[in-house]
């Protein structure tokens, strides 16, 4: 398959967060399948992800991660690369669970809905009660496919709200138990922009509201915070009739968006503890 077809590609998701297949089949031109092999190609090397299984296929959408996000996920000194189809998984289960008012389900059925096969669905379950979202009710000379099985509602919920919020690197971490099932409010409008401050670090205000995907008005609301925090350091124009640029500090974007994902905001909301002006 010639490169440029995947350049073409690689291009068209560069500014994206997120994407739809059809979209991609219009602005790049590329054949249908030839762009299913790219776009499964690049979900390979950990540049994007499919959110999830629609019904229709012109409707299947993709995340897109961020360089520092690829970075995170491929680097050689992380044991373990983030697992997609386990994490799929789990979350489809997860979606069967959180169904009704139900408090507890039967292995079986839970299993039917899933369609899973039996490997992986066994797979999901061993993961569920090792994080405590689910708790087995064990009875004497019961088949396995008959065991009942407790929801833990609270943890359901903040599993589902990580895969929601497309925290995937976040759920790899608890599923290697290198942080707890816990939910962490963050900023999201903020925690948009750091990310593609980390990315680029000159950026005209209007081009820093439409890749982090929020309003002027949104972007205005954080501006001088980010001027306290370090992140926004100088600006310029090349010449006279142009529109500023701004310079930021993709380091000190990364600090502060490691302290909000362990917290920080939860504490406080101006983040004034980071302030360095």
Not at 53 to 78: G, P, W
């Amino acid at each position: 398959m010639p490169n440029k077809l995947e350049e073409r590609v690689k291009r068209y998701i560069k500014m994206k967060k997120f994407f739809m297949l059809s979209d991609a089949l219009l602005i790049t031109g590329i054949s249908k399948d030839t762009l299913l092999k790219i776009l499964e190609r690049l979900e390979k090397e950990g540049l994007i992800i499919q959110d999830r299984d629609e019904k229709s296929l012109m409707n299947r959408s993709y995340t897109v991660f961020s360089r520092h996000e690829k970075r995170a996920i491929s680097s050689k000194s992380e044991d373990k690369k983030i697992d997609i189809e386990l994490i799929k998984s789990i979350n489809k289960v997860a979606n069967i669970l959180v169904k009704g008012e139900l408090q507890s389900r039967v292995y079986y059925e839970v299993l039917n809905e899933s369609k899973l096969s039996k490997g992986v669905f066994a797979k999901v379950v061993n993961v569920l009660l090792k994080l405590g979202v689910l708790k087995e009710h064990k009875k004497e000379l019961e088949i396995k496919q008959n065991r009942t099985f407790e929801i833990d509602k609270s943890l359901l919920d903040t599993l589902l709200t990580f895969h929601k919020q497309k925290k995937y690197k976040d759920i790899q971490e608890i599923l290697d138990d290198k942080k707890p099932l816990r939910y962490v409010a963050v900023p999201k409008e903020l925690t948009q922009v750091l990310n593609v401050i980390i990315g680029n670090e000159v950026l005209k205000r209007d081009e820093l509201a439409y890749q982090s995907g929020v309003t002027r008005k949104r972007l205005s609301d954080w501006w001088q915070i980010l001027k306290k925090l370090g992140i926004r350091i100088d600006s310029f124009k090349e010449n006279e009739n142009d529109r500023v640029s701004y310079i930021f500090s993709s380091k000190r974007a990364r600090v502060v968006l490691a302290y909000i994902n362990n917290g920080a905001y939860e504490k406080d909301k101006e983040l004034k503890h980071l302030w360095t002006h």
